[in-house]
């Protein structure tokens, strides 16, 4: 395209917003998780980690912190009663977390572990859903899925609110 002028500032300001841009595209590791809850907490991550352990299913949403590391928020969801009897399967896995279970409990919750920040614990689920495209089996395997959870009504701060996203997981 010749005889296109660019004015200075303009190429000032592309480097930089190319920079941001492809740091956006990235390898699908970071971002925020959405939903009604966002005013109340930081819910930007690094990565994610998928876990399936002991009849478990986990995904954790990681920030560095110093040496160690902050869990924004984990969803787990017990699973073992709805894996198929096959131990090599890796399908995916529809899961409602807000299901009652025989001892009364949930299959599905949401906690935080994050520093110099008090442990308050969400509410129950008035409704949630977490799906797989892929459980992990071994480390290193990428699980790509998402989520989403509305907290019962109540006097809890988090009571009624919501929190979703989708994910690129990485089993530790």
């Given at each position: ?31 925020a998780l959405e939903g009604s809850v966002t005013p109340l907490l930081d819910l930007r991550y690094q990565r994610a980690e998928a876990r399936l352990a002991e009849g478990s299913l986990a995904v954790s949403f990681v920030e560095t912190q110093g040496t160690g ?104």
């Amino acid at each position: 395209m010749e005889g296109v002028q660019v004015s200075a500032r303009l190429r000032f300001i592309a480097p930089a917003l190319f920079a941001l841009a492809a740091a956006a595209c990235g390898d699908g590791e970071g971002g925020a998780l959405e939903g009604s809850v966002t005013p109340l907490l930081d819910l930007r991550y690094q990565r994610a980690e998928a876990r399936l352990a002991e009849g478990s299913l986990a995904v954790s949403f990681v920030e560095t912190q110093g040496t160690g590391q902050d869990v924004v928020l984990k969803v787990s969801a017990r699973v073992a009663d709805m894996l198929p009897e096959d131990p090599e399967y890796a399908g995916s896995l529809d899961i409602d977390l807000a299901e009652p279970l025989e001892d009364g409990s949930q299959r599905g919750s949401v906690d935080r572990s994050v520093l110099d920040e008090p442990v308050r614990p969400f509410p129950l689920l008035a409704r949630g859903n977490l799906f797989v495209k892929s459980l992990p089996k071994t480390p290193g395997d990428r699980v790509s899925g998402e989520f989403n959870v509305t907290f019962v009504n109540g006097t809890d701060v988090y009571s009624g609110r919501t929190i979703f996203g989708r994910f690129e997981a990485t089993a530790p």
